[in-house]
């Protein structure tokens, strides 16, 4: 059974850092490539940042503009998303997701994942 928790959400001020965590089970991280979404009310899910399971190759959505770092334990079969210089428009649940199939590219569309978290709530105040 494959299982995906995300932890790290909270409220902080413009400006500000987090960091999200996805503790992944069921499933080897270095064997997937594990992606982050987010989704603010009345919004599409959108794509924050992909790791490929080699580890060495990562993309991020155009938003992000080198504020966002993803990046893997492989000992704690764990995904991080370190976010820095968040702004309001940042506001949203955030995601982890994990695809059906071992050894796959990066995907940075939802529907290239067939396991999801439970989510994440971030809060950025202006």
């Known amino acids: 059974q494959v299982q995906l928790v995300e932890s790290g959400g909270g409220l902080v001020q413009a400006g500000g850092s987090l960091r999200l965590s996805c503790a992944v089970s069921?499933?080897?991280?270095?064997?997937?490539?594990i992606g982050w979404f987010r989704q603010a009310p009345g919004k599409e899910r959108e794509f924050v940042a992909a790791?490929?399971?080699?580890?060495?190759?990562?993309s991020y959505g155009d938003f992000v503009k080198g504020r966002f770092v993803i990046s893997r334990d492989n000992t704690k079969n764990t995904v991080y998303l370190q976010m820095n210089s968040l702004k309001p428009e940042d506001t949203a649940v955030y995601y982890c997701?994990?695809?059906?199939?071992?050894?796959?590219?990066?995907?940075?569309?939802?529907?290239?994942?067939?396991?999801w978290g439970q989510g994440t709530q971030v809060t950025i105040s202006s």
């Open positions: 790791i490929h399971w080699r580890g060495v190759i990562t």
């Open positions: 069921g499933r080897t991280i270095s064997q997937y490539s």
């Open positions: 997701a994990a695809p059906r199939d071992s050894y796959g590219g990066i995907n940075a569309v939802p529907a290239g994942y067939a396991y």
